[in-house]
């Protein structure tokens, strides 16, 4: 892949900040986006905005086309079987919570369990808390490595019997770990339980088959993966789909309508009540078209090869803590030696370079590291090494001005 042509088709990397080029770090937050997810935005506003499904004009066809065009791009990405299982949402957080409520709510009890690890982002936490809060379920963790990875035997000693639900993130969005979903999904399936996927960090930089990995439900955002804002999937096995009752009610998500009782339109269309997502879908649609053109693979090769020198770099910073396994996906996160992590992005951003700093919606993962917060450099397909090289030379930059100022 051609990285300088890639950059060429990012409207916002070409500006200054501060002075100096932009130097965007921040991806794992939010990805920038495309003049061809823009410009599709940009029709579908000028050219054809309607509601969908509901009437028979023109513009109303064409939306709906585009935006029911855009599930199907959505299910060939994940490789799912059915557009059917292809479920639209506000976001990772909104699929999530669509689990919780409507599938573990009413299949959870006292007695039974539901194990995530404490590397999760606290989407994938909160719901699971409330959910064994009202059922009377028990919440358990997967014990982390010395390295922040996962034990597979740890695993296998934490998911039981009475293990209903297991939930993880694919990718850590503070350590850049890699979990083996499919060996974990093995697992919980061989207990008896459904396995939840949080796949907000992985589904932009690597290929995803649902089919493979064999997971129960996979969720993703669009605005991570080039897309727009506001967007985002839930992936559920048909058969688990069909019997979970919708978690929102109203329009579009119904079949007939009584005084008193009412009922559902079938999958997918039942868990999305009200005027859906048309322009998001229709973005997600043109950033899938996007990242296929690119290649999956290559987006991924590209990424390794940045972690990889990232790390080579960091190991000259005197003071710099970096935190996470060797083996991992595209970000680094790190402390300066007595200098808090909002000072650090404080610096940077003065040097033109963006990164997040805080606890990164992981405040367990963070007492696990025994830190209130850090900074992190998350890396994508229109980054290159010499982003990497600016991030250090500005990292030296504030351990300098902070030793003159103190």
Known sequence: MNVKDIREQFPILHQQ?????????????????????IDTLDEYYKSYNSNVHRGVHTLGTKATDGYEGAREKVRKFINAKSMQEIIFTRGTTTALNT???????????????????????HA?????????????????????????????GDVRQTVTANTKIVSAAHVSNVLGTVNPIKEI??????????????????????????????????????????GPTGIGVLYGKKGLLENMEPAE?????IDFVGLYESTWKELPWKFEAGTPIIAGAIGLGAAIDFLEDIGLDEISEHEHRL??????????????????????A??????????????????????????????????????????????RASFYLYNTE??????????HKTKEYFTNVF
């Not at 020198?309 to 935190?323: C, D, H, I, N, P």
Request: include cysteine; aromatic fraction near 6%.
């Open 99 to 121: 689990v919780a409520l409507s599938y573990a709510r009413a299949n959870l009890k006292p007695g039974d369990e539901v194990v995530i690890t404490p590397m999760e982002h």
């Open 386 to 395: 010499e982003d990497i090289d600016k991030l250090i030379e500005a990292l």
């Open 249 to 253: 009610f109203g329009g579009e998500m």
């Open 307 to 328: 972690a990889v020198y990232a790390l080579e770099r960091f190991e000259e910073l005197e003071g710099a803590a970096v935190y996470g396994p060797k083996q991992r």
């Open 124 to 152: 994938n936490i909160i719901p699971w808390q409330q959910a064994v809060k009202a059922t009377g379920a028990t919440l358990k963790y997967i014990p982390l490595q010395e390295d922040g990875t996962i034990s597979l």
């Open 185 to 226: 999904a093995k697992i919980a399936h061989e207990n008896g339980a459904v396995m939840v996927v949080d796949g907000a960090q992985s589904t932009p930089h690597m290929k995803i088959d649902v089919q493979d990995l064999d997971c129960d439900f996979f969720t993703f955002s669009a605005h991570k993966m080039c």
């Open 330 to 375: 595209g970000l680094v996160t790190f402390n300066l030696e007595d200098v808090h992590p909002h000072d650090v992005a404080t610096v940077l951003d003065a040097e033109g370079v963006a990164v997040r700093a805080g606890h990164h919606c992981a405040q367990p993962l963070m007492k696990w590291l025994n830190v209130s917060a850090t900074a």
């Open 17 to 37: 900040v501060n002075g100096h080029d932009l130097v965007y770090l921040d991806s794992a937050a939010t990805s920038q986006k495309p003049r061809a997810v």
